[in-house]
């Protein structure tokens, strides 16, 4: 078969398909386009701040290494200013963890990053291996989960970090919005879509791989003989995951796009403020101070199960009646305390400025409407000319919510009670609502308001059967 | 009259595990009347070389939806996926995408 061109530079051999847009291009101008589109996607969400210390999750697997790969490749090339770290937890799995953090250490080195490694026998006192071995392998994954993710944020953080990023790619994505979905985890479902994820008491999280293809992380990988580690981790059999992975697999296969169009449905999912206010709301966990829905956060209330031999108590719904009360010769997990970069940002006393209006900034001498800080350190009052620090204006929590009947949609009416009705010809028939009729037993009522008395009255209202249409009252 | 290529195999991104961690194969293929396809290896592959789980490596007779197939580093999906003729001295490399990262 004779070869064929790139589409891109019409020049080289074309040696790759790219999925997510059926193209066919050479070597060179993959990697641009990959290394290109991360670039977007980090810049399109305004994802780092110039200066800011970020920590790269690495695991010596694909995704991590390829990650650190890109993100020094393009904090050199675009100019970030950020200042990179490796970071990787170390799970303590005998034959797994070992081997791959190996694969961590070499990339330290081909990288020039700083690495950390932080291990869950530091931290919580329990290797994996020793869970595996109280709990046995079926839900030891639970475990490595929650103990991860507050690892990664505590390595983070004693490293003055406040920002980690992660090679969650856009199969992962995928595969996790469709989890939620069978799962019904109506919070998780918006947030997993989320290029970053930010709160107060937080590690920033940020996926720069959200829109890019496992097939060309791997690609990439091989075409740049990157170092990477590729074991099935001994005992994660990971049913739930796999069963979702393999259905996007074979999605992928019979329409490439099939991925991307997943992404896009769930980034555009809006919760009802109704639902939103019943989500539980995240606190502080009382023993730890990690951010947590609950009093105790999942970390505490697994590790104490594993303390006192109950552990397979704390997965699952038993989970909430775990007591309270710990004696001091139980083991627990450090303080957790957030990074002082991130501390002095809290302090500044932006939110009590009475000088801000919405978006709008006025003058605190004056009263003149200010210019909108851009990246500048001071901002000036053309009028009087007050300097003030620009820094206080930064990162503002500006909120704006729509009125619930500004857009309205055939499903909104539906779901509301009461409806507006028109009748044929010029007479109104007046509002339906779900309401029996005392007289005629009818589901439905019509009724209509009429002012009667002076304004500051209230009205009369004049139900109708819907069928018989006599008036009741 | 049967048409016979040598190839070599690789395996990456943990498929070396279902070949006896073998990373390498040296492979002599062969087909009646017509030039040997990469459909031909991947059942060779799937019936001589493979002794357990072989469902991580096949499913019908292709490969399972996350392998990725090169020829002379080029993508399969360039060459005709399974029709794709090879040649003799050609290179064809098998990659997971499917473990963690």
Request: charged share 30%; net charge negative.
């Amino acid at each position: 078969m004779p070869p064929r061109p790139c589409q891109l530079c019409n020049n080289s051999r074309a040696m790759i398909k790219r999925p997510k847009t059926g193209q066919q291009v050479c070597k060179d101008c993959f990697f641009f386009a990959f290394e290109e589109e991360i670039h977007k996607t980090i810049s399109d969400a305004n994802t780092f701040k110039r200066g800011e210390r970020v920590a790269i999750g690495a695991s010596g697997g694909k995704d991590s290494t390829v990650l650190a790969h890109v993100m020094k490749t393009l904090n050199d090339r675009h100019d970030y200013g950020l200042e990179l770290f490796l970071l990787s937890i170390d799970e303590g799995i005998t034959g797994y963890r070992d081997d791959s953090l190996e694969t961590v250490k070499r990339n330290k080195e081909q990288y020039q990053l700083p690495l950390k490694i932080l291990s869950y026998n530091e931290l919580y006192g329990w290797t994996m291996d020793r869970i595996v071995e109280a709990v046995g392998k079926k839900n030891n994954c639970t475990f490595c989960g929650v103990f991860r993710r507050q690892a990664l944020d505590r390595g983070a953080s004693s490293l003055n970090i406040s920002h980690i990023v992660t090679g969650h790619n856009a199969d992962d994505v995928a595969e996790t919005v469709l989890m939620n979905i069978l799962r019904g985890d109506v919070s998780r479902l918006g947030r997993c879509v989320e290029i970053t994820t930010r709160g107060e008491d937080t590690i920033n999280r940020s996926k720069p791989f959200k829109y890019t293809y496992e097939k060309e992380i791997v690609m990439y990988a091989y075409f740049k003989k990157l170092d990477y580690f590729s074991t099935e981790c001994i005992y994660s059999p990971e049913a739930y995951r796999g069963f979702a992975r393999t259905y996007i697999k074979d999605l992928e296969a019979l329409r490439p796009s099939t991925i991307i169009d997943i992404i896009h449905s769930a980034e555009n999912i809006r919760i009802a403020d109704v639902v939103q206010d019943a989500l539980p709301k995240q606190q502080k966990c009382q023993r730890c101070g990690y951010i947590s829905s609950n009093e105790l956060c999942k970390a505490c209330v697994l590790l104490q199960g594993l303390e006192k031999g109950t552990a397979k108590m704390a997965i699952g719904s038993k989970a909430k009646h775990i007591s309270q009360d710990v004696s001091s010769d139980t083991r627990t997990i450090p303080m957790f305390k957030m990074p002082e970069q991130q501390q002095q940002q809290k302090q500044q006393p932006v939110e009590d400025m009475s000088n801000r209006i919405g978006s709008l900034l006025f003058c605190e001498r004056c009263g003149s409407l200010l210019n909108p800080p851009a990246d500048d350190d001071q901002i000036s009052c053309e009028e009087c000319g007050l300097v003030e620090n620009g820094a206080a204006y930064e990162n503002l929590n500006i909120e704006t919510r729509s009125h619930p009947n500004a857009f309205p949609s055939s499903l909104h009416l539906k779901k509301s009670l009461v409806v507006n009705t028109i009748a044929d010809g010029a007479k109104a028939a007046g509002a339906e609502i779900d309401e029996k009729c005392p007289s005629c037993r009818h589901d439905k009522a019509t009724f209509q308001t009429l002012q009667l008395r002076s304004a500051d009255e209230g009205c009369v209202q004049a139900a109708l059967g819907d069928d018989e249409r006599r008036l009741h009252s | 009259m049967s048409v016979t290529r040598n190839l070599k195999v690789e395996f990456g991104g943990g498929l070396e595990i279902l070949f006896n961690d073998q990373r390498q194969l040296k492979i002599t293929l062969s087909a009646d009347g017509r030039n040997p396809n990469v459909r031909d290896l991947i059942k060779k592959l799937a019936d001589e070389h493979i002794q357990e789980r072989k469902e991580l490596f096949v499913e019908g007779e292709t490969v399972r939806p996350g392998i990725l197939v090169l020829i002379n580093d080029c993508d399969w999906e360039l060459r005709d996926e399974l029709d794709g003729e090879l040649e003799d001295g050609d290179l064809v490399v098998f990659i997971s995408t499917l473990h963690g990262g």
